[in-house]
């Protein structure tokens, strides 16, 4: 009898314990970005193996017939985390009560368009999905912007979303991260988990700015300065920054497809750690909002600093000494960054 009322006891108590899912909308869910990246959330490798998930997948009417087909993958995935998939092309649906938004979709820059242009259009897309989040989302949804221009993107969404608190709203530059780190570990002839507090500052465009000035590499099990294991002073404040700035054009131009499998591991790595955390005495590199950094930034943009996270928080690492090589490339992208927020701010308000 005894056992009989444990064995009760422990299926009520697993029933009672098991988390709520999660209602976690994809934007853009029908492109190739997704295709990478939805198995992974609904697998359980972003926001925990014992995490159920309801995947909202948005995207444009056209594009519906694709969803239906992506929705037949994941179901015929048969993971247990996953609960519900529910495709859309509506923003009511899409992000009604939703605990995390990943937006990846965006207009993408054609033949022939300029900068200007790709703004106006980026602006109108995320000025529906930023008052869709007001709107319909959980106040304490986590937001992530992929589609670029993605820190002026993100600046936008948030500013049509004034009930949702600014720091909920980061935009994607841990792929310019891992791809920094990557590189510096193939040079150190060194695993990539091997290379930690590389920074990626500013813009994610090819003004990004890629400093390794306060990165530590291990190599054979000693903690060393990047500077002193590359031992190569000229390829890290030459062809390694313009490696990163430019690898997605790279990618481009070998595949004549554009960064996807990494951009999804990207997107799994940043809501991860937004989710459980940095490690101890690490940070990363997130596109936040500026307002109250000290290295000189102006406060309205979204711009990517070097950031630790801690119960779904993150804070800008304040008092890294910075020298003037580096002062002079954070200012520039920077200055990029305000030419982009005024002009979208133009288009905002017409």
């Known amino acids: 009898m005894l ?28 492109g190739q970005i997704a295709y990478s990246l939805l198995y992974s959330i609904a697998k359980g490798d972003v926001f925990g193996k014992d995490q159920p998930i309801i995947l909202i997948l948005l995207d444009i009417p056209p594009m519906l017939p694709v969803l239906d087909g992506v929705v037949m993958e994941l179901q015929d995935c048969a993971l247990p985390l996953l609960r519900e998939v529910i495709p859309t092309d509506k923003v009511e649906v899409g992000f009604k009560d939703i605990d995390a938004a990943i937006l990846v979709g965006s207009m993408p820059r054609k033949d022939g368009m300029e900068r200007k242009d790709l703004l106006k259009a980026n602006v109108a897309i995320f000025k529906t999905q930023g ?12 937001v992530l912007v992929v589609g670029n221009p993605a820190n002026t993107n993100c600046l936008i969404a948030s500013k049509s979303a004034p009930s949702i608190p600014k720091e909920n709203f980061s ?11 990557s590189q510096v570990a193939i040079r150190c002839g060194v695993s990539s988990d091997n290379v930690k507090n590389v920074i990626i500052w500013g813009n994610h465009s090819s003004t990004q700015y890629p ?4 990165a530590k590499v291990n190599v054979h099990g000693t903690e060393k300065a990047a500077y002193d294991a590359v031992k190569d002073d000229s390829w890290l404040r030459g062809d390694f920054i313009s490696m990163v700035q430019q690898r997605g054009a790279a990618v481009i131009k070998a595949r004549k497809l554009s960064s996807a499998m990494s951009a999804a591991k990207a997107i799994c790595d940043h809501m991860r750690d937004i989710w459980f955390g940095t490690k101890e005495g690490e940070f990363i590199s997130m596109g936040v909002f500026a307002a109250g950094n000290t290295y000189g930034i102006p406060e309205d943009l979204i711009y990517s ?32 960054l305000v ?12």
Request: with cysteine; aromatic share 6%.
């Open 3 to 30: 056992t009989l009322l444990t064995s009760m006891y422990l299926v009520v108590r697993a029933v009672s314990t098991q988390a709520e899912p999660l209602r976690v909308v994809v934007t853009g869910a029908a």
């Open 131 to 142: 008052a869709a989040l007001n709107m319909y989302a959980k106040k304490t949804v986590k």
């Open 211 to 214: 400093d390794v000035h306060h």
């Open 305 to 336: 600093f070097p950031v630790q996270i801690k119960n779904k928080t993150w804070k800008i690492v304040d008092g890294l000494p910075i020298n003037d090589f580096s002062r002079a490339k954070m200012d520039a992208t920077a200055a990029e």
């Open 339 to 350: 030419e982009e927020r005024d002009t979208a701010l133009n288009f905002l308000s017409q």
């Open 171 to 181: 935009c994607l530059t841990r792929l310019d991260h891992n791809r920094a780190c």
